[in-house]
């Protein structure tokens, strides 16, 4: 979590304003409201995302608070009534916030984070929420992707100067290290959330020097301990590789010291690093370590694994930071529920899309774990006052397809629906990010391994109990009552 304190309050859409000074007017500023976010289908058809970025959230929550800077352009557009700015201007939390912790593997239509209070509150909060949890869940979720396909190397990041903007990089870097990445290049990411930081030189470096030798040289002179030579500015095989080995040599040897490896950023990465592999073992340099760059992605990095690629490390920027292949998560906000009184009152968006249909009410969210493989075997979504039972087995059905269901004995349901706000004040004790890290590491081993390949991977399934399924369809039977549209 970061010491710099940002005010972020108008990180928002124009239209959370003006709905929000409608709500003031209707009298609705101390109806509650039950919001959910959610996303609909996960990044590059994998089979799970990632949740990431509530402590980012958390950090812009604490210091919501409209300025007289902010009143003072508010009044200008001249859209805004003083009631409602003075509103504004006295702005104060007062919303209970639920979420699923940050590590744990997310799924399409199951709500990662609820937001329950005052309506104006509710929707003040829409982008703020969506784009700190839709960017660093898909990073982390790329991120993962990537570290897989290494299959246990380290996987560096370096993507900070392709990242879209300052924020990008340095939360891109966090969401990244979450995701399993070893270290990041991004010094201030390295330095506010006490990730491992790592990078070796540049070309303009060898460049800058009358020689490759003589750039090589004066590195291992200045970094002895930590030397790693980029080989490729001139010809690897002809040049950067024979000078390393003359600088380890000369350099490194007589201290008694070891170099940590060299580092190819272009060509036939394949061949390359076996032909280096080769020169290295030579010259008795066999646990100096080839890392690989140069805009690679999961694909590449597994397809030379199986070309047997002579690679110890990846760095890897533009395709991660940026999520290359599918740069959109999709998060979404939307209405579950107002309350009267002690009740509450469902509210439903339908579509033609059954994938955008909205599920009604206050929920929790509970995995399903088998008793004896460990295993997730299912999500499992209730209105938030129901226990879950599972003595006697629980049964589950697909909410779309209601005939195909599945009980599951020996098993364990965990709640993952965690109080993080409590009437505005901060409940949640905050990891950092290298527990999160660790959790997700954790969590992802109780995924089956079917679901963790990148093609065709197998279907999770989130699942409704009886009592959400049945509130649902009554909304939908009496919209289609009303619409002309069948329910089904």
Known sequence: MLDVKRNLTTI???????MAAGYLEEGYEDKISVFDMFFRKIPDGGGFAIMAGLDTFIDAV??????????????????????????????????????????????????????????????LLETLLLVTINHQCL????????????????????????????????????????GGCSSTSCVMAARDFGIPASGTMAHSWVQMFPSEYEAFKKYAELYPDSCVLLVDTYNVMKSGVPNAIKVFDEV????????????????????????????????????????????????????????????????????????KSDPVFG???????????????????????????????????WR?????????????????????EVGDGLTLFDPFQTW????????????????????????????????IRERCTVQLENLWEEMRRFEYPHKYYVDLSQKLWDCQHKLLTDLSKVTGKSAD
């Not at 965990?414 to 004790?429: A, F, M, Q, S």
Request: hydrophobic residues 35%; aromatic residues 10%; glycine residues 6%.
């Open 139 to 178: 990073v982390a979720t790329k991120a993962n992707r990537i570290v897989r396909s290494a299959q246990g190397r380290p996987v560096m990041e370096f993507g900070a100067r392709r990242a879209q903007g300052y924020d990008a990089a340095v939360y891109g870097a966090r969401a990244a290290y979450i």
């Open 404 to 435: 195909k269901e599945r009980t599951y004995t020996n098993c364990s349901a965990v709640c993952l629906t965690t109080p993080i706000y409590e009437n505005g004040k901060l409940v949640y004790e905050r990891p950092n990010v290298t527990q």
């Open 62 to 123: 604490e210091n919501l608070k409209f300025t007289q800077e902010d009143i003072d352009y508010l009044r200008s557009t001249g859209v805004f009534n003083e009631r409602f700015l003075d509103y504004l201007s006295h702005f104060k939390l007062h919303c209970n916030i639920w979420a699923i912790p940050e590590g744990t593997p997310i799924f399409p239509r199951e709500p990662i984070v609820t937001v329950e209070g005052p309506s104006i509150e509710c929707q």
């Open 331 to 365: 998060g979404v906000y939307k209405l579950a529920a107002v309350k009267d009184g002690e009740d509450y009152i469902p509210k439903i968006k339908v579509s033609e899309s059954t994938e955008k249909l909205t599920i009604p009410l206050l929920k929790k969210v």
């Open 12 to 18: 928002m859409d124009f239209y959370e304003l003006t």
């Open 368 to 388: 399903i774990y088998d008793h004896y493989t460990k295993k997730a075997m299912a999500d499992y979504v209730t209105v938030y006052d129901e226990e879950v």
């Open 252 to 323: 490194l040897k007589p201290q008694g010291k070891r170099p940590v490896a060299i580092r190819i950023d272009s060509g036939d990465i394949a061949y390359l690093s076996k032909k280096a592999r080769k020169m290295l073992d030579a010259a008795g340099y066999e646990d100096c370590g080839i890392c690989a760059s140069n805009s690679l992605d999961e694909y590449i990095v597994r397809d030379l694994i199986l070309q047997e690629a002579k690679i110890d490390s990846f760095g890897i920027g533009e395709n991660l930071i940026t999520a």
